[in-house]
Structures are given as structure tokens and as C-alpha cells.
């Protein structure tokens, strides 16, 4: 199982968020460093001679130290978990200590001339490392690797031969041509990489497609520039073309405005939060959507967005279809976002474009909403799942209730009140052999109490189970029923066959509770009964015209109806305004 | 006077056939099942079949159906059905269209063995046996407008027996009056009632059991 390779986890990059003293000192010590830069410069009257147009390249190079150090502390603080911000800050200081070659000191001519041409490798990694913050594959590494071995490796053997003038420590011997052709080399080498790294750039493009956002496309396309600029500025120096001025300063200007693009892809943010209110406006409607995916991809406006579901179970993510779905590695093209609950286990995983770790801001809300739809979809099901369960044990436990009482039903219709009418039946026989009309009186007696006792059994037999109901239907059983009713009733029956046992059964107890209630508070003058079949299922209504004002959750009659009717999946209601009648009204579904 | 009897309880079915036999009603034939009582009705042409109405192998409407199945098909068979709950609905369907040789009691009415057996024959001869229960349990029906509450107490008296399908002999002799008495009650019943007074008892016995019902 691949594990998720990068985790733009919102809530691990949150506790690397640096400190703001940080971000405040590396701000103010990059306006501090460019500040002390320029005075060198003006101190130094050799900078005059090299450079020609000292002014100039002093402000744009020191312009280029500011805009990196200070983008470079936004990035930090806006993407605490990318190294891109970092690597800024590090450029934009990189190129500050260049400048230290000119200063008068010895020591800082020698460091600055010594790391003179490492902040344009400094812009190549950084550049090769956007939007992560990492090198990869293995052969950009490598690829930068040559690059700074280039520009200080050589840089440091050029000093060792000379050339440089007094502030050298670093001098050896005194070879200046030869100090050339390593300059050559190292010029050559250095604008090479940078060329490589914008084929790097183009290739990754067309891999990848082209970015999601226009803002993104800029900020490429300026890296590239910027890159281009310095291998043309670095092959016109080994070369000695023309114009090296001129475009010295076009690379210069190219450096300086690239950090300025990435400032103009973070405003992208404001965007970013829109896109995330849609998408909960959306989630408002439907919190559980099926088509969550394409909810997300429409609001990461990331089309190939694949939602990988968690399967505990299984140990591995699966898609909406259930085919198992790999985390991309290492170097893919694509990369996973881990989605987590609140007890931070994961549930799902986001593949989108990599592009979209530039958006973290996005991507974080994104996630949030879709870990809360899923957890909300997954409490659904689990809630129907219960509610399935309930309704199931329910009916198991009220069915096993009337399995039972039909059983002691049939045991005291087949023992007891069988013995009893055949005790009866011998004292009958008895008392013609007797002949004695003491011995009648006494037999009279006793089978007075023996008819006592059946009429007793009877009634507890029905109160059990409704014998009539399941044998002969509740047809019959209800007339039965309506006649013996407190008052008139207007019974109607409309039913197609026999319906299945516990339909009828219910929808018996349910007319003779309802009749019972009728004759005890309704004070009513009728009562109509309307019992139909429909659509495979019952529905019984019982109507009177009494006081009304019955309280289902007043005494358990009514309510163990109600339970009676949920037990079969069925509904029942009960209109009872004060005045005006009561109606019960009861609808069973037949299929279970 | 030929009877047969189908009741699975093994104590009542031997106490039947010996209290019938004592009243001089053979018993010639006794069986559990629905399906054996069709058998023997069809074979012994008994005067009267006496049939639990509870009956396997499901205990449900076995004893019913088998005594409609007698009703309809074999004539000459009077069915008298006993049963330990009555019920109008079951009454009803067991006359349909005549209570002509058809009786329907309660199993406790066995224990009164001179009405039991005055029952038995009655049907036996064409006649009818309604339980005095569902007699009563129609009479006590309630109606929002109820001629019989015009009926004088003794006049209701005469009508109940008259619904539990008794003779007006049977009726006087009930009541310790003289037939002539019960004539005049019955008319004057069939008068309140606006019912067209009827030839035989179980004609009328119907007739007032539809107009009960209603």
C-alpha cells in the first residue's frame, strides 16, 4: 500500500507556521542588508570602474536582495509548510553577501567575490524547487548541485589564480588568463544549467499540462525568464558579446520582478475562499451529495480530481465505483491531500494536480468541507443503517410477543377450556343417570360455575389473540365487533382476500381499542369504521362524533396502538380537535 | 336418528358420542379432520353432522369450510357447528340464504344436555339452533333509530327464542305459555317489525336474524 507521498495536511503545516519575530527580523534584515550594501557601494570608489553605471546596478541588485527577502518572508508566512519561502529568503541573502565584494574590508571582498555568482544557482534552485520547496526528480538535483559547484567551486580557483586586486585573501599565484578561462568556463557552465533548468520547466509543463490558474502560467513563465536572462547574461560574459550592460540590467530587472509574480499568485486566495463558500453553499443543500467529487473538482477547478474513499477494512483507497485506487508516488505527477475526521483518522484522499499545493488556502477549506460531508454521509448510513436495525429488532420482538400469546391462546383453547366443557358434558350425563332432583340442583350449580369459568377463559383467549381474526378474517371478526359497540356504527369493509395475519390482527386491535375509547370518553351518538385494502396494504379509519380532545400521549391505549401500527412499519394518526370528533386513521404497508 | 361428529379432542368427541347415544342419536361415525368428515357425510348420508369448528391441521377454518362444503353439496345433511367463541360474522356465513337444517352453537351448550340434545334434532329435522349468545349480542346491537325498543319485554322474550330458530311449541313451552299466546306475540312482533310474517321457523328465523343484523 503506497503511502500518501506528500500530505498537505492543513493541520500539520499549521504548527510550523514560523514564529512572527522570525518573519520580522528576516524582513527588516533584508532592508537592513540593502541599506548596508549601497553604502558600500558609494564607499568603495573601485565599484565606479567596474561596473560603469554604479548607481544603477547597485539599486537593482540591492532592488533584487529586497523583493526576494521580503516575497520570500510572505511565502514563508502564507505557506509555512512549502520550503519555497525559505529558499527565497535565502536567495535574496545569497545575493547580499555578493555584494560584500564591495566593501573595502579584506574579509567580506573576499566572501562576497567568493559567492559573487552563487545567488543566480540560488534562483535556479529556487525556481527548479517551486512550489514545494524540493528538488526532484534526482537529475534537477543533480543538476543544481553541478550548478553550485560551478559558481563557487570555480569561482574560489579563479581567486587562487589572481586578478582580483588587493582585497584578495584567497590569491596564490598572480595568473590572470588562466583566471579567465576558468571565468569562461564557469560562465558557460553556470548559463548552461540555467538553459537545462528552462527545458526542466518546459518539460514539467507539458507533463503536467498547463497550470490551473493564469496566475500560475505567469509565475512559471517569469522563473523561465528570469532563468534565460541569466544563462544570455552569463554566455555573453564568457563570450564577450556586445551590449553585456544592457543586459545586465534586463536580467537584473527579469530577477526582480519574478517574486513579484509569486506575490500576484497568493492574492489568488481571495479567489480561493469564494470558490470554498460555493462549495459549502452547495454542501448546505445536499450535505451528502453523490456526486461530492465533482463538487470538489468543480470548486479545486481541478477536472482529473479523483476522491478516494478509505477502506479501514481493507487497508487501501477505493473510488465511488469501489476500484482500488493507489496514492501517486514519490514522482508522479500527481499528488494526494489526506482527508481526516476529527478524530484524525483518515477517511478519504483528494489526488489532484500538484499545482494546487500552490493554493494551500484552497485546498485546506476544500478538504475541511469534503471531511465533513463524508463524515456527515457516513453518519447518514450509519444512522439508517441503526434505524434499519431498530425497526428490525422491533418487529422480531413484537412478532415473537404474538407468536407467544397466539400459543398460550391455542394451549388454553385446546387444555383447559376443552376439559372443562367435557366435564360439562359428563356432569350433563350424570344428572340424567342420576334421575334425583337434589343431585339436578347441585350438578345445576356446578355447571353454572363451569359455564362462569369458560366465559372467564374467553374473554383471557381473545385478550391473547384474536382466534376469530386469523381464522375466519377480519371481516368477520369485525362485525362482531361493530355489534357489540357502544354505539351505531357504520362499518365498512372493502378488502380483496385475506391480508397477511399480523396486518389483520393490528387492524383489529386497532377498531376495537378505537371502539373501546369511543363508548369510554367520546360521549359520541355514532361512529363510522372504514377499513380498505390498498395497494397490498391496510388502511383503517375509525371516525366518531363525540367530544374529541384525545391525547396520545394521555394513558397508553392510544399510544400502544401507535406502537402496534410502527411495529408493522405502518403510521398512524389521530386527529382529535376539543368539540369537534375524533379520527384514527391508521395505514400499514403489507410488504415485510 | 344418524349423526357423525368431527372433533379433534378426544375427551369431547367420547362424551358426544355417549350423550348422543343416551338420547337415542346414533353416532355412525366419528372422525379428527375436515377432510375425513366429508368422507363420511358422503358415505353415511348421516341425518346430522356435528362439527368442531376448530378443526386440523391448522386449527384456523377447517370445520367451517368443510360444514359450508356439506351445506351446499349434500342436502339431505343437516350441520349443526360448535364452537368455543361465537361470532355474528361466522352465524351469517354458515345460514347465507337459509337456516334451513343448520345450527351454530357455542361448546358450552353441550353441558345442558336436554336443550343440546333438543337442538340436535331440531336442526337434525331441518330446523335451526342459534346461540342465544348471537341472538342476544344482535338484539343488544345499538341502532340510532330502534323499533325494538317498541316491543313490550315479553314480546322481545318471544323474539329471541324465535331467533335461536325454536318452534312456537318450543317457545310456549319455554316461556310456560300457551302456543296460542306465542301466535299472538309473533304477529304482533312481525307487525312492530314490518317483517312479512314467514311459513316455516327457520324461514323466520333468518328473517329476523337479516333484520337484527342490519
Known amino acids: 500500500m503506497a503511502l500518501p507521498s ?52 547597485v539599486i537593482l541588485v540591492n532592488t533584487i536582495t ?35 565584494s564591495w566593501a573595502t574590508n579584506d574579509l567580506l571582498y573576499t566572501v562576497g567575490q567568493a559567492l559573487d555568482l552563487l545567488a543566480p544557482v540560488v534562483f535556479l534552485h529556487a525556481f527548479l524547487a517551486f512550489p514545494t520547496g524540493r528538488l526532484r526528480p534526482r537529475s534537477v538535483r543533480a543538476l543544481v548541485a553541478v550548478a553550485y559547484v560551478a559558481a563557487v567551486g570555480l569561482e574560489v580557483v579563479r581567486m587562487a589564480l589572481g586578478g582580483f586586486g588587493p582585497h584578495n585573501l584567497l590569491e596564490v599565484t598572480n595568473r590572470p588568463e588562466a583566471g579567465a578561462v576558468v571565468a569562461q568556463v564557469q560562465y558557460l557552465v553556470v548559463g548552461a544549467c540555467c538553459l537545462v533548468g528552462v527545458g526542466v520547466l518546459a518539460a514539467r509543463r507539458r507533463r503536467e499540462g498547463p497550470p490551473l490558474h493564469t496566475s500560475l502560467t505567469l509565475l512559471v513563465d517569469a522563473f523561465a525568464l528570469g532563468l534565460v536572462m541569466i544563462a544570455v547574461l552569463f554566455v555573453s560574459q564568457a563570450l564577450e558579446g556586445p551590449a ?70 481493507f487497508g487501501c483507497y477505493a473510488d465511488d465505483e469501489g476500484m482500488r485506487v493507489d496514492l501517486p508516488a514519490e514522482d508522479a505527477p500527481r499528488e494526494a491531500t489526506v482527508i481526516r475526521d476529527h478524530h484524525g483518522d ?88 342420576l334421575d334425583s332432583p337434589d343431585a339436578s340442583r347441585s350438578i345445576d350449580h356446578a355447571r353454572g360455575e363451569i359455564a362462569t369459568s369458560l366465559e372467564e377463559l374467553r374473554e383471557i383467549a381473545r385478550g391473547l389473540h384474536p382466534a376469530v381474526v386469523t381464522a375466519h378474517g377480519l371481516e368477520v371478526a369485525l362485525e362482531q365487533l361493530a355489534a357489540r359497540a357502544p354505539v351505531p356504527v357504520q362499518l365498512t369493509v372493502t378488502m380483496e382476500g385475506r391480508l397477511p395475519d399480523p396486518l389483520e390482527v393490528a387492524a383489529f386491535y386497532l377498531v376495537s381499542e378505537c371502539l373501546a375509547n369511543v363508548g369510554r370518553y367520546a360521549s359520541a351518538s355514532t361512529a363510522t369504521v372504514d377499513v380498505s385494502t390498498a395497494g397490498g396494504g391496510v388502511s383503517v379509519e375509525v371516525i366518531d362524533d363525540g367530544v374529541g380532545g384525545a391525547d396520545p400521549e394521555r394513558g397508553t391505549g392510544l399510544r400502544g396502538l401507535a406502537d402496534r401500527v410502527e411495529a408493522l412499519d405502518g403510521r398512524l394518526r389521530i386527529w382529535s380537535p376539543v368539540g369537534g370528533g375524533t379520527r384514527v386513521r391508521a395505514e400499514m404497508p403489507c410488504a415485510r | 336418528m344418524r349423526a357423525v361428529i368431527a372433533e379433534d379432542s378426544v375427551l369431547l368427541r367420547d362424551g358426544l358420542t355417549r350423550l348422543l347415544g343416551d338420547n337415542g342419536i346414533e353416532v355412525v361415525g366419528s372422525c379428527e379432520t375436515a377432510e375425513a368428515l ?46 368455543q367463541y361465537v361470532e355474528v360474522g361466522l352465524a351469517m356465513k354458515l345460514l347465507a340464504d337459509s337456516a334451513d337444517g343448520a345450527g351454530y352453537l357455542l361448546k358450552d351448550r353441550i353441558g345442558d344436555v336436554r336443550d343440546f340434545i333438543a337442538a340436535v334434532r331440531r336442526v337434525a329435522d331441518g330446523g335451526s339452533a342459534i ?37 312456537n311449541q318450543g317457545i310456549a313451552e319455554k316461556l310456560v305459555i300457551t302456543v296460542r299466546a306465542v301466535e299472538k306475540y309473533v304477529s304482533s312482533i312481525f307487525g312492530k317489525l314490518d317483517l312479512p310474517s314467514s311459513g316455516t321457523d327457520s324461514r323466520r328465523v333468518l328473517a329476523v336474524l337479516l333484520y337484527l343484523r342490519a
Open chain 2, 131 to 167: 346461540d342465544p349468545l348471537i341472538v342476544s349480542t344482535l338484539l343488544s346491537k345499538r341502532r340510532s333509530v330502534d323499533p325494538l325498543e317498541s316491543l313490550t319485554p315479553r314480546e322481545r322474550e318471544v323474539l329471541e327464542l324465535m331467533a335461536e330458530g325454536r318452534s
Open chain 1, 346 to 433: 483518515r477517511v478519504a484522499a483528494l489526488i489532484h494536480d500538484p499545482g494546487l499545493a500552490e493554493e494551500p488556502e484552497l485546498l485546506a477549506g476544500v478538504t475541511a468541507a469534503a471531511a465533513i460531508a463524508l463524515e456527515n454521509s457516513r453518519l447518514q448510513s450509519e444512522l439508517r443503517a441503526r434505524l434499519q436495525d431498530l425497526r428490525g429488532s422491533r418487529a422480531r420482538v413484537f412478532e415473537a410477543g404474538t407468536r407467544e400469546r397466539q400459543r398460550l391462546e391455542r394451549n388454553l383453547h385446546d387444555g383447559a377450556q376443552q376439559r372443562l366443557i367435557a366435564l360439562s358434558l359428563e356432569l350433563g350425563v350424570l344428572e340424567a343417570e
Open chain 2, 38 to 83: 366429508l368422507a363420511n357425510v358422503r358415505e353415511l348420508s348421516p341425518d346430522v353432522a356435528i362439527v368442531d369448528v376448530r378443526l386440523p391441521p391448522t386449527h384456523n377454518d377447517e370445520g367451517l369450510r368443510a360444514a359450508l362444503e356439506i351445506r351446499a353439496h349434500e342436502p339431505s345433511t343437516a350441520v349443526l357447528v360448535l364452537s
Open chain 1, 244 to 313: 553585456l550592460q544592457q543586459i545586465r540590467w534586463a536580467a537584473f530587472v527579469t530577477l526582480a520582478l519574478a517574486p513579484v509574480a509569486f506575490l500576484a499568485g497568493l492574492l489568488r486566495d481571495r479567489l480561493a475562499r469564494t470558490a470554498i463558500a460555493e462549495l459549502f453553499v452547495e454542501l448546505r443543500k445536499d450535505p451528502a451529495p453523490a456526486d461530492l467529487r465533482d463538487a470538489l473538482a468543480r470548486a479545486l477547478h481541478d477536472p482529473s480530481l479523483t476522491l478516494a474513499h478509505w477502506l479501514p477494512e
Open chain 1, 6 to 57: 506528500v500530505t498537505h495536511d492543513p493541520g500539520v503545516s499549521a504548527g510550523r507556521r514560523p514564529k512572527p519575530w522570525v518573519l520580522l527580523a528576516c524582513a527588516l534584515g533584508g532592508i537592513v542588508a540593502a541599506v548596508l550594501s549601497i553604502l558600500m557601494a558609494l564607499k568603495n570608489e573601485a565599484v565606479h570602474g567596474e561596473l560603469g553605471h554604479p548607481l544603477v546596478v
Open chain 1, 66 to 100: 529586497v523583493s526576494y527577502i521580503l516575497c520570500g518572508t510572505v511565502a514563508w508566512w502564507r505557506r509555512p509548510s512549502s520550503h519555497f519561502g525559505p529558499l527565497m529568503i535565502a536567495a535574496g541573502g545569497v545575493n547580499f553577501l555578493a555584494t560584500l
